[in-house]
């Protein structure tokens, strides 16, 4: 069974940076795509980032390109989202997501609370 377990939300203020991890379990972990979305107070949940199996293709939203970055270890099982120059409008629940692309995703985590203060 597969489970996705995202850690390293919190407080932080505009211009400041923060790092998320997310921890799956399970074997289908390394060869599938892996990603981030967000989920601001009162609105859908939406596509942050997503990398590829190997971890030589990314993709952004724009609203994150050139301060966001998204990396991966298979060796740990463990996806990174790097997060730079924060602004208020990044504070979501940020949701960690396997095996899909875009907006579409087959798992999920609980998410993990970033609130950018300014």
């Known amino acids: 069974q597969v489970q996705l377990v995202e850690s390293g939300g919190g407080l932080v203020q505009a211009g400041g940076s923060l790092s998320l991890s997310c921890a799956f379990s399970g074997r289908i972990f390394r060869t599938k795509t892996v990603g981030w979305a967000r989920q601001a107070p009162g609105k859908e949940r939406v596509f942050v980032a997503a990398i590829n199996w190997i971890g030589d293709s990314t993709n952004y939203a724009d609203s994150v390109k050139g301060r966001f970055t998204i990396s991966r270890d298979n060796a740990t099982s463990t996806v990174y989202l790097l997060m730079n120059s924060l602004k208020p409008e990044d504070t979501a629940v940020y949701y960690c997501?396997?095996?899909?692309?875009?907006?579409?995703?087959?798992?999920w985590g609980r998410g993990t609370q970033v609130i950018v203060s300014s």
């Open positions: 997501a396997g095996d899909g692309w875009g907006d579409t995703w087959s798992y």
